[in-house]
């Protein structure tokens, strides 16, 4: 049997509830997939997101793949100063290969930066579907990302569901405000509807100190707890810093123009969290996207 036909094999089998965790394995690979996400825009998770990827890599010495999924507004480029020619659809129109599409941030954290108009992606043929799976295929061979960052879009909408649902675990993304507590209460409310197993970790971001993100998070697990029997656990705060929005301005993350302020420090202790966490039971980067696959409908 040739590479594609297994391919088709793989994206036909997701229709069904029997695929095997073998026929999911790759060889040589644990790559950990951990969803970014909020219940509204403009809570900084996109920030966070590339520099906990900055940290992963820095400190930890991981090799990390952001994948923007944000097909809204992606702009994980954009806080990194850069403007990539090309993006996700490139490589299912275009058939880039995914090195081509892919850009470099600090520390080696590679971006696969994301597209708008998400219709786009629901609608693909057999050859395009192949040629997708066969570059990331290839990517995972080559160069086994340890960890995959998607920083997905804001909201309860079918498309953050489909990529929350693919993850291994999911951080999301709250503040103080009461409209950032109760959209993030319905962003997990709506994943535990699909899979109550899924681990769910919460970061309070735009905390003054460690005992407002203990308050924050204990309002949202009180919530959660009553009305969905699911405990969500507590990763950290982040400090409420002008150096962040200094950083945004100058399209730098914050970890390298100001790789000691106390917002840098905050992003080091999740990191160092998310690593002490890892239980070892990854998805892999062929999984992922099968299991996207799942959920976007790419079924013959």
Known sequence: MDQAESLRQLVRSQGRNDVSASSLSRKGSNTRVIAVTSGKGGVGK????????????????????????????????????????????NIIYDQLPVEDVIVDGPYDVKVLPGVSGVAQLTSLTENQKQFFFEQ?????????PDVILIDTGAGVGNNVM???????????VVTSEPTSLSDSYAVIKTLHQYNE???????????????????????????????LGKDVEYLGHVNASKTLVSAV??????????????????????????????????????NFFSVATKYFGWND
């Open 162 to 172: 489909n990529f929350l649902l693919a993850a291994d675990e999911v951080l999301v």
């Open 46 to 89: 996109s920030n966070l997101s590339l520099n906990i990827a900055i940290s992963l890599s820095k400190n930890f010495n991981k090799k990390v793949l952001i994948l923007d999924a944000d097909f809204g507004t992606a702009n994980v480029d954009i806080l990194m100063g850069v403007f990539p020619k090309h993006n996700i659809s």
């Open 136 to 144: 990331l295929e290839l990517y995972q061979d080559k160069y086994h």
């Open 249 to 286: 301005k100058q399209q730098k993350p914050v970890l390298i123009s100001y790789p000691n302020s106390s917002v840098s420090f905050d992003i080091n202790k999740l990191s160092k969290k998310i690593i002490n966490s890892d239980t070892g039971n990854n998805k892999s980067f062929k």
């Open 197 to 227: 197993d899924m681990k769910v970790s919460v970061i309070a971001n735009m905390a003054p100190s460690e005992n407002e993100g203990l308050r924050v998070y204990s309002l949202l697990q009180n919530v959660c707890s009553k009305f």
